[in-house]
């Protein structure tokens, strides 16, 4: 089975430009959330989608947004690109949010990333 | 400027040796933890997990051990390999708590160098 997958790999953008991260989840998973890595930083929260809705989000301005699909994949947007915004995006999935409360657990899996760089 | 990387912990250790990777966590609000390891150029890859109401479980090769009084996370991993060269993370997550359930806090990390 695939896992999380997600494209590009790696962009390289200049300062000013707007960038679209793309995300598709585990199959039977729907809920979708982000982060962004910085070099030598833990993961730090960004959205988190379920059912195409909003769900949480992290300590981020407004340039970043993000949606869900019908088919659960979803795309993270940043607009007008800064040099801090150079990092890795990962995109994780899980299952969906009774069966998290349920099991009062929620596992979530990570893709490989996209490695953005900002000029 | 300064690099954050060049201040993670570290940890080196020879083949065959025993791991163990120290977490402390801030929220103590939080009810459910993972950790996570992270090769480079990869994402985070699910090692084990525990819930609140546990002190210990045990994977494969590895174990966990929560101390909810003092808020600290431990990993220790059995007869350490090359192929376990990699950076630790501790995450903690509110999984009954609003809209917060999707949002993993992580820690800084810990560098495993494993000699062989």
């Known amino acids: 089975d695939a896992g999380v997958t997600q494209s590009p790999t790696h962009l390289i953008k200049t300062r000013g430009q707007h960038v679209t991260l793309r995300c598709s989840p585990i199959s039977g998973h729907k809920s979708v959330s982000w982060y962004q890595q910085v070099l030598g930083q833990g993961p730090q929260f960004i959205f988190q989608y379920y059912e195409k809705e909003e769900r949480g989000r992290g300590n981020f301005p407004d340039r970043f947004s993000a949606r869900q699909f019908p088919n659960y994949s979803s795309e993270l947007n940043v607009n007008a690109l800064l040099l801090g915004d150079s990092a890795l995006y990962l995109c994780?999935?899980?299952?969906?949010?009774?069966?998290?409360?349920?099991?009062?657990?929620?596992?979530?899996?990570f893709g490989a990333g996209t490695r953005l760089s900002v000029l | 400027g300064e690099s954050v990387g060049l201040h993670l912990p570290t940890l080196s250790v020879q083949e065959g040796d025993n791991s163990i990777i120290n977490c402390a966590y801030s929220n103590s609000a939080s009810d459910y933890f993972i950790w996570y390891k992270q090769e480079s150029g990869k994402g985070p890859q699910f090692i084990i997990d525990i819930r609140s109401n546990m002190d210990k479980r045990q994977g494969q090769r590895v174990t966990v051990l929560l101390n909810k009084t003092v808020k600290h996370l431990s990993l220790q991993i059995a007869a350490t390999q090359p192929g376990d060269s990699a950076v630790y993370f501790c995450?903690?997550?509110?999984?009954?708590?609003?809209?917060?359930?999707?949002?993993?806090?992580f820690g800084q990390g810990t560098i495993l160098t494993v000699h062989p």
């Open positions: 995450a903690e997550n509110r999984s009954g708590g609003g809209t917060s359930y999707g949002k993993l806090t």
């Open positions: 994780a999935s899980s299952l969906n949010e009774r069966t998290a409360r349920v099991n009062a657990k929620n596992i979530q899996y």
